[in-house]
């Protein structure tokens, strides 16, 4: 499907989007754990429930690296109309009832299944890979500005038990991004294990925090009913609960894991690798200056990119958070990540891996100046010494 609109000189611009099939892959991906268990049950293999962390981790990044990098843009004069194409929209609702399907469905193998420990394991954490995907279909959707939506970012949120990213993600992680105050922002020479022990209780106590000062200008305590932290919390009180009268005791320890890997494995690793070292400066007044494109690293790999909703050019997420994922643009001379999420995600859980990797890039980009980079204040001097050695061995 082709959208055309005239330029400011009068000529006709069309654009087609490329990937528009593709985007429906979403619906797809959420069901992965469930395909692996009727065929590890079906098979008697229970290899089959480790399947889609292989795919997530191996065949994603590999189909990434096969296939060229898509760095194209929507022209900005269909941008409009493709923002109003409702197809991608009702993509992200559909995919709030398959997750709370996978959910429930692998949690009832699970409570009726004699399963081995290594099988559970490989289950529990591909579903915590799908959920915490759940997590970034509530950002797409806790952005935009209708009920539906908002309701339905809160709905899926709930999924894995983080409904206060909500509020959290759009009132404290914008505002303060790329700044040492905000700890859903990787500081250069912290290892994801010492990020996750700030950012998962800091992303908490910002949200509550939030809500509280909102509700007190109406004149409200933050125990109601209108407290959107507690909102998604309840449901998944309801939701869980219910696994645990149905199923029993059994389905408790797979209900933790899942949960803990959505969160730390998916959630707190993109928090993670958006922004690592990457700092907003400084204005004269004491503020900082405004979120700027080069204070995120970008990814244009296709196959991570279409299961994310384009989650990986976050720059222009940052720029126009209320722009829909289908117009999401790529901007030239970025920062940007020598892989999709899901590759970064498996080097960032290996911290010499990922500090060799990215730390010469963190400062590569900041073309040596330290003051420019967002960096863990205990290893400030071991890290100004190292890379001032380094550029003077290259001069």
């Known amino acids: ?129 799908v959920n915490g995907l759940a997590i970034n279909t509530g950002h797409e959707l806790g952005h935009k500005n209708t ?20 509020i959290e993600h759009n009132r404290g992680h914008h505002v303060d991004v790329a700044t040492p105050q905000d700890p859903a922002s990787a500081k250069m020479g912290q290892s994801i294990y010492g990020f996750a022990c700030s950012e998962i209780p800091g992303a908490i106590r910002r949200a509550w925090a939030s809500e509280k000062t909102r509700l007190a200008r109406c004149g409200k305590g933050p125990w109601t009913l209108a407290n959107e932290v507690l909102q998604p919390l309840l449901i998944t009180l309801v939701l869980y609960a219910g696994l645990l009268y149905a199923l029993g005791w059994v ?4 209900l933790f894991l899942q949960a803990f890997w959505g969160w730390f494995g998916i959630l707190t690793s993109a928090n993670y690798i958006e922004h690592y070292g990457l700092l907003r400066q400084k204005l004269e007044n004491g503020r900082y200056e405004r979120c700027q494109p080069h204070h995120s690293w970008n990814s244009n790999h296709v196959m991570s990119n279409v299961i994310l909703f384009n989650l990986q050019r976050h720059s222009d997420h940052h720029a126009f958070p ?74």
């Not at 389905?251 to 797979?254: A, L």
Request: positive net charge; glycine residues 4%.
């Open 147 to 166: 009920k539906l939506e908002r309701w339905l970012a809160k709905i899926v949120l709930a999924v894995v038990g983080y409904g206060h990213f909500f």
């Open 322 to 395: 209320m722009r829909r994922y289908q117009s999401l643009c790529s901007f030239q001379k970025l920062p940007e990540l020598p892989s999709g999420y899901p590759l970064m995600f498996g080097i960032a859980l290996i911290p010499p891996l990922w500090f060799a990797l990215m730390d010469p890039r963190v400062v590569a980009w900041a073309d040596g100046d330290m003051t420019k980079l967002n960096v863990l204040p205990a290893m400030r001097d071991q890290l100004v010494r190292r890379y001032a050695r380094d550029r003077a061995a290259t001069a």
């Open 1 to 129: 499907m082709s959208l055309q609109a005239l330029s400011a000189d009068g000529h006709t611009v069309t654009y087609t989007d490329r990937r528009r099939w593709l985007w429906s892959l979403s619906l797809a991906w959420p069901l992965m754990p469930v395909a692996a268990c009727w065929l590890a049950v079906s098979s008697g293999q229970p290899a089959w429930f480790w399947a889609t962390l292989v795919v997530w981790y191996v065949a994603v990044p590999v189909l990434d690296h096969l296939l060229p990098m898509d760095a194209s843009n929507p022209p900005q004069e269909v941008m409009e109309q493709l923002d109003a194409e409702r197809y991608y929209r009702v993509l992200t609702y559909l995919t709030v009832p398959i997750h709370y399907f996978t959910l429930l469905y692998t949690a009832y193998v699970v409570g009726t299944q004699n399963l081995p420990w290594h099988a559970l394991l490989g289950l529990a954490l591909s579903v915590g890979v």
């Open 251 to 254: 389905i408790v320890p797979f």
